[in-house]
Structures are given as C-alpha cells and as structure tokens.
C-alpha cells in the first residue's frame, strides 16, 4: 500500500515553550500554510494517528484540531479517506477581512513582543516572507 502524498514543504512543528495550547498550534499551522501557498485546496494533511506519532503527542489533541477546523470549514473529512484542505468558500465581506486580520496583527504583535522581538523585527521578517508566499501562490 502507497502512503498518501502530503505536502513536501509542509510538516507540524510544536514549540513547547510558545504558551499555546498545543491544538492551537496544528490549527495556526495549517491556516498559515493555506495563507502562504504552501497548503492548498485538496491536499491531505497526515493523518490524526501519523500527525499523533510525528509529534509525540495525545492522538486526542490532533482529533480536536482537525475537528475544529472541520467546523470552521478550513478542512473536509472523508470517513476511510483522510482530511482534506476544502475549497474556499463564501467570501468575507470587507469589514470582517479587516476585523479578522486587525486581531491577526494584535495577537502576533502581542506574541513577538512577549519573546523580545521589536516592530521593525517583524516588519523585515515579513518582508523576507513576502517574495516566497507570492512564488508559492504562483505555481
């Protein structure tokens, strides 16, 4: 039996010191991958016992996560099939995109600011972000 393709450039990575509970830091993950291209509509993400196994955790934690991020519409699950990233669906209107990414910024603002990192820290980080999430949405 063939293991399924996941994403080659995509893989969980937990920081046990970051505070965050550790079913926050899958569903961060994987919105971030879908935000920079890295994770797009269809792939598969590991499965909750492989993601379990990966990262040495409570295969219950990884239940949760994708549990709700089925709920938020992020990922479908298909019984005997795997966990999907879903297609986009409804867009949001202009003032929700604004009130979503103003609390985006604050929490990461708040966060970097908590492990020592300045503004100007985060703004070139960005900026070297920047060109390789737009390459990634290119291909």
Do not use: C, W
């Amino acid at each position: 039996m063939q293991s399924p393709a996941y994403p080659a450039a995509f893989a969980f990575r937990l920081d046990s010191h970051s505070g965050v509970p550790v079913f926050r830091q899958i569903i961060d993950q994987v919105q971030a991958g879908i935000a920079t291209g890295t994770l797009r509509f269809g792939d598969q993400l590991p499965t909750v016992r492989q993601a379990a196994v990966d990262l040495e955790i409570n295969p219950n934690t990884v239940l949760r996560a994708y549990r709700e991020m089925e709920i938020r519409g992020i990922v479908d699950t298909q019984q005997g099939m795997g966990t999907f990233i879903a297609s986009r669906k409804m867009e949001q209107s202009k003032a929700e995109r604004e009130r979503v990414l103003s609390q985006l910024v604050s929490e990461f603002v708040s966060r970097a600011g908590a492990s020592g990192f300045t503004l100007q820290d985060l703004m070139d980080a960005l900026r070297d972000v920047q060109p390789e999430a737009e390459r990634k949405r290119r291909q």
